[in-house]
């Protein structure tokens, strides 16, 4: 079998696509399966447009006698690959971890509305976002979804006119664990993008209340290389991630992954999946918030979490997600 990945990011390039697509070529070629690779930033001194049509060509060339094409970036890779695929006679799957449309607006316009709640409601979009949920329309009735968790393929259904055929669910990998260190104070880390939907302020506020009281508590902010968040991860306290929404966050499982408890926003994919391990708070009320960083601050309850942590066993590889995919390929054939 040979299949062509769309990546519109790869290695040496930094960022959750590029990873994805190059853990999931080596898990397919384990596999004894044929791989071709079109990465779209491999175009960048092309003008935008042509540079689409120039990578569609690419991907046509490349997926001759291929079985299906796998695109990871829907409003970058996806509709060059619908295109190409279509030409050829095979079928596309693009896989969807987030909501450019609904991310793109929340930070253009400051308007901090939670994901399950965007769509159901008139918003004033950009021409820009207009085009964006125009084309994931186009390419949900020519494509299968890939969707990381439930919670976003439900979200998109009515919206997007999604048929129980365009959908699929393949989620994320879950890596083995690493050894926990013994955190030296009580460090909260939040290292992610500057953006509005991460709520940097309204938290830091309330994280400033909060250690009015529990004086020793300490709040680290930022943006590290991954390797190094791992390893700041492993000796912290506690992880923190109160975005506005967050679909399926790779920070939350690496901070299960280093045996830390986490607070998290109550409008995720994972806020059902892993509440065991953290706290949940609704990010738009600071009181919720202040709460969620009190609980973390309890000795009695850190511990509960830490323990439900350790015994915490679940490992998903990138070989289980490449057959995931290899099953859903052969199902379209």
Not at 84 to 90: K, L, Q, T, Y
Not at 110 to 131: C, Q, T, V
């Amino acid at each position: 079998m040979k299949i062509v990945l769309a990546a519109s990011i790869y290695p040496p390039e930094i960022g959750g696509p590029s990873f994805y697509a190059a853990s999931l070529e080596e898990a397919l070629e384990k596999e004894g399966t044929e791989v071709e690779v079109a990465v779209l930033s491999s175009y960048r001194r092309i003008p935008p447009g042509f540079r689409h049509l120039w990578y569609a060509y690419a991907l046509w060339r490349k997926a001759r006698g291929a079985e299906a094409v796998i695109a990871f970036d829907l409003h970058a890779a996806g509709l060059p690959a619908v295109v190409a695929a279509r030409m050829r006679g095979i079928p596309t799957i693009v896989r969807v971890g987030g909501d450019f449309v609904w991310e793109h607006y929340s930070n253009r316009t400051g308007d901090m509305i939670p994901l399950p709640d965007f769509y159901a409601r008139e918003s004033h979009l950009s021409a820009k976002e207009r085009f964006a949920f125009r084309l994931v329309r186009l390419l949900a009735r020519n494509a299968v979804l890939a969707f990381s968790s439930p919670w976003i393929a439900d979200i998109w259904r009515e919206p997007y006119g999604l048929t129980d055929a365009r959908v699929r669910v393949i989620e994320n990998a879950i890596e083995p664990k690493l050894e926990p260190l013994a955190p030296a104070r009580k460090n909260f880390i939040f290292f992610s993008r500057r953006i509005p939907l991460k709520n940097h302020i309204a938290f830091r506020r309330a994280f400033e209340r909060v250690k009015q009281k529990h004086t020793d508590i300490e709040l680290e902010e930022g943006m590290i290389p991954h390797k190094e968040l791992l390893e700041r991860m492993r000796g912290c306290y506690a992880v923190v991630a109160p975005s506005i929404s967050e679909v399926t966050p790779n920070y939350i499982l690496d901070a299960i992954r280093c045996g830390k408890p986490f607070l998290l926003t109550k409008y995720s994919g994972y806020a059902e999946r892993f509440k065991e391990y953290g706290v949940i708070v609704d990010p738009l009320s600071e009181e919720s918030m202040a709460r969620g960083i009190e609980q973390l601050s309890d000795a009695a309850t850190y511990e509960k979490l830490r323990a439900n942590i350790a015994a915490f066993s679940e490992v998903r590889t990138y070989d289980d997600i490449a057959r995931e995919f290899l099953l859903l390929i052969k199902d379209r054939a």
